[in-house]
């Protein structure tokens, strides 16, 4: 059974469509979420899932490889990054090649980068009158947003669209696509 964990900082309703995929399944199950905020929904998944939770400690996650030790301990295969707004420390990437995935709800290279997430990647594509919008699922290296893409899927953009509607339709590629393509990588 492969191991995958999951790093999250907010609501967690990508982590949920991963555990639902992976429910019954003899390929994979999530073993372990991680968040970096004590109160992010994505722990009370955690808690109604029975998946155990770890709230990471900022100073250690940033300056010692404890983390990297406890997915090697934990026999993880994959790590999915699903809205975890921090940067992910060289060591840790360095540990899992091609091994950690992230989703970003825009298409990358444009609207990617430090403080582009949530709203904020909606309003800028809106501003910029942008007539689609879309995911990209892509592997992380030690710069936001700029390893390899896995895959990319759009959405069109109309008039009527606000930061609202639009995240909307985002997040249903991502509910889509992320728990298919966790499983592909796992493989
Ligand atoms: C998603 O839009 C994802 O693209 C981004 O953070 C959001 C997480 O949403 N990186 P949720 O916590 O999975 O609902």
């Given at each position: ?26 390929l994979a199950t999530v073993h372990i979420i991680l968040s ?115 895959l990319q899927e759009s959405c069109a953009i109309s008039a ?28």
């Amino acid at each position: 059974m492969k191991k995958i964990a999951i790093f999250a900082s907010g609501t967690g309703s990508n982590a949920q469509k991963i555990i639902d995929h992976f429910r019954d399944s003899s390929l994979a199950t999530v073993h372990i979420i991680l968040s970096n905020k004590p109160d992010a929904g994505v722990l009370g998944i955690a808690a109604r899932e029975g998946i155990r939770a770890v709230v990471i400690d900022k100073e250690t996650f940033f300056r010692g490889d404890a983390y990297v030790k406890l997915l090697q301990e934990e026999g993880i295969d994959l790590v999915v990054l699903a809205g975890f707004l921090w940067k992910v420390p060289a060591n840790l990437v360095a540990a899992f090649p091609d091994r950690i995935i992230n989703i970003h709800p825009a298409l990358l290279p444009k609207y990617g980068g430090k403080g582009m997430y949530g709203h904020f990647v909606h309003e800028a594509v809106l501003a910029a009158g942008e007539k689609e919008s879309g995911i990209t699922i892509h592997f992380v290296n030690e710069r936001y947003d700029e390893g390899g893409i896995i895959l990319q899927e759009s959405c069109a953009i109309s008039a009527e669209d606000t930061p609202d509607t639009l995240a909307r339709k985002v997040q249903a590629l991502e509910h889509r696509w992320f728990p298919a393509i966790v499983e592909r990588l796992l493989k």
